[in-house]
């Protein structure tokens, strides 16, 4: 069955680092854009960031400068590099993989919505950051 599998998610202080990865079974990200949605508590889902299948990257502003979204092909793995972490940052991360380009919303949008709408949705890991 293909799927995303997401790793990485964790707690940390404010301030530190944290490197999302997120591998794709039995399809590759070749044909495919891939991206980032996080949802904190009671709310809906937000764009974080994606990177289209020629590497074009684009950032939610609440995160540009901080964050890094890129792909290791060989590994058909995508991978989030989140620094300077912030409180507001705590949420549940999803990875998402589409081959639709123009199916990104920024959101906030329904998670459900996105998860139905979109080719292929993980399940999330949970990120925490302490003041």
């Known amino acids: 069955e293909a799927q995303l599998v997401e790793s990485g998610g964790g707690s940390v202080q404010a301030g530190g680092s944290l490197r999302l990865s997120c591998t794709a079974s039995?399809?590759?990200?070749?044909?495919?854009?891939m991206g980032w949605y996080r949802q904190a508590s009671g709310q809906n889902c937000e764009l974080v960031s994606s990177?289209?299948?020629?590497?074009?990257?684009s950032y939610a502003d609440s995160v540009k400068g901080r964050f890094t979204i890129f792909q290791d092909n060989a590994k058909n793995t995508a991978h989030l590099q989140m620094n300077s972490l912030k409180p507001e940052d705590t949420a549940v991360y999803y990875c998402?993989?589409?081959?639709?380009?123009?199916?990104?919303?920024?959101?906030?949008?329904?998670?459900?919505?996105?998860?139905?709408?979109?080719?292929?949705w993980g399940k999330g890991t949970p990120v925490t950051i302490s003041s």
């Open positions: 990177i289209s299948n020629d590497g074009t990257t």
């Open positions: 039995e399809f590759t990200f070749d044909d495919s854009d």
């Open positions: 998402a993989a589409d081959g639709d380009g123009d199916k990104w919303p920024p959101g906030p949008v329904s998670c459900s919505i996105l998860r139905g709408g979109m080719d292929y």
